[in-house]
């Protein structure tokens, strides 16, 4: 079962969007510099479909997407929430994954938004120009366009 840590309304990100990002724990991944080591524990709240909802009438008003930020070790449950998410709640839905890629058996139009790629202390995160992670918007047939650039725009001085 997926359990999560917390959650927090966040605007980058998912660019253009006010997003719930809800902190999935069990992370399987040991990246150097982790930066939440707290969320490789197995510990947390069941992340289920009342979860959600009880999150959603307290802090939902003005959400536009709900990105589930982690949960690797359970790649199809984060699909099945993301589809219901999706199809159901009618919120985007986004993954934070850090996966090399997407996994085995996910379908992407489960999904608006994944972000593929672990944390490379030296290669920085998505606002980094140096960054192997990617983020895309997954289009109707499950085309993926990477969107990744748009975190560098967010970054530039206003002129
Ligand atoms: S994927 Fe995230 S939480 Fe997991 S080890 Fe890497 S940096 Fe830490």
Redesign the pocket.
């Known amino acids: 079962m997926l359990k999560y840590h917390n959650f927090d309304i966040v605007f980058q990100e998912i660019p253009d969007e006010t997003t719930l990002a809800v902190n999935i724990t069990g992370?399987p991944?040991?990246?150097p510099g982790?930066?939440?080591?707290h969320?490789?524990e197995d510990t947390g709240e069941p992340l289920t479909q009342e979860a959600l909802l009880s999150i959603l009438e307290r802090y939902g008003a003005g959400i536009t997407c709900i990105c589930l930020m982690?949960g690797?070790a359970r790649p199809l449950e984060v699909q099945e929430l993301a589809g219901w998410i999706k199809n159901s709640l009618e919120y985007r839905s986004a993954w934070y994954s850090?996966a090399e890629e997407i996994p085995e058996g996910v379908d992407p139009r489960n999904f608006d938004y994944i972000k593929i790629g672990?944390?490379v202390e030296a290669a920085g995160g998505l606002k980094s120009a140096t960054t192997n992670q990617r983020l895309y918007r997954v289009g109707e047939d499950g085309s993926l366009t990477d969107i990744t650039a748009k975190f560098l725009k967010q970054n530039k001085p206003m002129q």
Do not use: A, V
Request: aromatic share 14%; glycine share 14%; proline share 13%.
């Open positions: 992370c991944y040991r990246c982790c930066h939440s080591p969320l490789r982690g690797d850090g672990p944390y």
